[in-house]
């Protein structure tokens, strides 16, 4: 059992890190590139196999309203908000083209 709680956090202290990188080289980064910072907890190919939501299909604009309200702090979240504010406005419009466009 400590065995699985070592790999829980080692996967989101993964995602974290990426994140981090992600904000410092983020010129013209794909949105697929961005997208797989989002895997650890969004699961590959945005189906969720955890605690977070899927984000594969939904709808463009709803995703990009979600992360603009995630980062302005009007959308309540236990970290999404967090995340959010690590991604530039062109950022977040790639990786709703990415996750959205989806099938
Ligand atoms: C550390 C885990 C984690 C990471 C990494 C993460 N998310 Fe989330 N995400 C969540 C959780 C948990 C929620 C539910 C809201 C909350 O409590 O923060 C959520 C909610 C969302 C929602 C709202 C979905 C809905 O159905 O309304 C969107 C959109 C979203 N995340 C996008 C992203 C994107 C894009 C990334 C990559 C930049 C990302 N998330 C990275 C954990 C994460």
Redesign the pocket.
Known sequence: MTHKLFKASAV?AA??LC?GLSGTVNAGASGAM??N??A???GTHGVSAG?????KG?PVD??KQ??HD?KSDKRP?????R??K??SDAD?DA??AY?GGMK
């Open positions: 989101t995602s974290l994140l961005l997208g910072t989002c650890g907890c969004h605690a977070a939501p899927s984000l939904l709803y995703l979600a992360m995630f979240a236990t970290i999404m908000n995340i959010a690590g991604y977040i990786m709703a996750f």
